[in-house]
């Protein structure tokens, strides 16, 4: 037991109801896909429109399987989408909701540390 006392607070009207667990477990995956500096930046290239592999790869600096494996990461969790053209294969974000979560995830980010 800990040697603080009990938090003393009143029940809300208006609850926060949290999603299933697959729900969480799906979020969550989101948020890991999204965790990789190098991911994060292949998602915010994406946010120009959509590009192929090989276009990422040169922006990027990268081996085109390295990049591959990243998008696939990322299409792994639904952020993007892929579509075959002949050879190539182009990426695009999966939709609006992965472009304002971006947004505001550099918003929030550029604000710098919160106070304590």
Do not use: F
Not at 31 to 48: E, I, K, N, Q, V
Not at 83 to 91: L, M, P, Q
């Amino acid at each position: 037991m800990s040697d603080l006392p009990a938090c003393i607070h009143e029940t809300l009207e208006s609850a926060v109801e949290l999603p299933g667990a697959s729900t969480l477990d799906a979020a969550a995956a989101i948020l890991r896909a999204a965790g990789d500096p190098a991911r994060l930046r292949l998602l915010l290239r994406l946010t120009g429109g959509e590009r192929c592999v090989s276009e990422l790869a040169d922006q990027e600096g990268e081996k085109l399987g390295t990049v591959s494996a990243r998008l696939r990461q990322l299409h792994g969790a639904r952020l993007v989408t892929r579509r075959r053209d002949a050879k190539h294969v182009n990426y695009a974000l999966a939709d609006d909701h992965v472009a304002r979560l971006l947004r505001d995830i550099i918003a929030h980010a550029a604000e710098g540390p919160i106070a304590h």
